[in-house]
């Protein structure tokens, strides 16, 4: 699936980026909000983890947008496995697709990929249809992780996550 379901621009200034260094966009689709982020922190690089076919699309959008040394795409599957040792890990309208089990697992994965110093940032239409903190917060702890902050991108909440 490509459907893009992000204000891009919106999450771009909502928060400053380009301070983490690396991120991992998690099931990031076809890469545009990773391309908007690169476009305006010219440090930051990134990794789309996502299903072969979407990988390869988002691979083919990062080399059109002449970023393919900032911008990795990587086929995985978040339920099992995602690269480790990033800075930060986004979760842009992903945790909504699945029952609480599967998000709660999706969550576990990115706190281990992100450890003691990663963030995991849950990106999501602001109280219409997507987890609020309430909800998000036992998922979180589950997995080790507490609310740090909660930005506001036009529509949409970004929920910080942090290790415990
Ligand atoms: C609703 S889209 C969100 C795309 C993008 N993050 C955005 O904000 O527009 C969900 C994404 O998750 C990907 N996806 C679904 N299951 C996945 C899995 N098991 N592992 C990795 N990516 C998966 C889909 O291919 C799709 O790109």
Redesign the pocket.
Known sequence: ??????DAPAIVSAYDWGALGHVV??????G??LIALLNEYPALSGTV???P??AEVARKMFEAAGLSDRAKAVA?????ELPDGAEGY?????L??WGDDDACAILRNCARAAGEDGAVFV?EPDGAGGRGVPELTACAESAGLVVAAVHTAGTMAIVELAAR
């Not at 966009?25 to 076809?30: A, L």
């Not at 995985?76 to 099992?80: A, V």
């Open positions: 699936m490509t459907e893009r379901t992000v966009d998690v099931g990031g689709g076809d545009t909000l983890v996502d299903l076919a979407t995985g599957d978040f339920l099992s986004l979760l842009s309208s992903v909504h697709e990106i």
